[in-house]
């Protein structure tokens, strides 16, 4: 028996935009590449959004890493990753490519929260270091995520309408994030 309460009915699953987009990292000297559907396939189908958020994070922080460091190649290993998002699908998604979870270098940090932004995008800052490098990701203030996204997930006691919405909500952000390249989608400072 599951571990998690009631699941919440899904809606039918529509096609990822750009499924051939890839993520690349290395690894003691093997390149290992990460497509989204890789990263849904580690975390499971509860979090869409956060999964797209990591993959967009990574995407535009991994070029900008890669261009400082030596051979123009990001060890995964090397990677650390800092945020106030703590939601489980960007979690899985930096594990996944990273490893920074299991190797302690995955740090939830509610201060790094721009909350001058207000409550919409506040969270939505990821910070990736390798070396020397460091690369801040913030998320762009056009439309991304809906408010009443955030406003949904932080009512308690959601009916079983609203759980139903929540989850087209999650997928609807999934493709805005995904049908654009990710400079579309984060900032670097």
């Given at each position: 028996m599951s571990k998690h309460a009631a699941t919440p009915e899904r809606p039918e699953?529509?096609?990822?935009?750009?499924?051939?987009?890839?993520?690349?990292?290395?690894?003691?000297?093997?390149?290992?590449?990460?497509?989204?559907?890789?990263?849904?396939?580690?975390?499971?189908?509860?979090?869409?959004?956060?999964?797209?958020?990591?993959?967009?994070?990574?995407?535009?922080?991994?070029?900008?890493?890669?261009?400082?460091?030596?051979?123009?190649?990001?060890?995964?290993?090397?990677?650390?990753?800092?945020?106030?998002?703590?939601?489980?699908?960007?979690?899985?998604?930096?594990?996944?490519?990273?490893?920074a979870v299991t190797e302690n270098r995955y740090n939830v940090l509610p201060e790094l929260s721009r909350t001058e932004r207000g409550n919409t995008l506040a969270r939505y800052v990821f910070e990736l270091s390798t070396g020397d490098a460091t690369v801040t990701c913030v998320l762009r203030n056009d439309g991304i995520v809906a408010d009443e996204f955030i406003e949904l997930t932080g009512k308690p006691d959601k009916t079983a309408a609203e759980l139903a919405h929540l989850e087209v909500l999650k997928l609807q952000m999934r493709d805005r994030i995904l049908e654009r390249d990710p400079a579309a989608v984060y900032d670097v400072e």
């Open positions: 699953q529509t096609p990822v935009p750009h499924p051939d987009r890839t993520l690349t990292v290395w690894e003691d000297g093997v390149e290992l590449t990460f497509t989204f559907s890789d990263c849904m396939k580690y975390h499971g189908p509860g979090f869409p959004g956060g999964v797209a958020h990591a993959f967009a994070a990574l995407g535009r922080a991994l070029p900008v890493l890669a261009a400082s460091s030596a051979g123009g190649r990001v060890e995964r290993r090397d990677i650390t990753v800092s945020t106030p998002f703590g939601g489980p699908g960007a979690r899985d998604t930096f594990e996944l490519v990273t490893r």
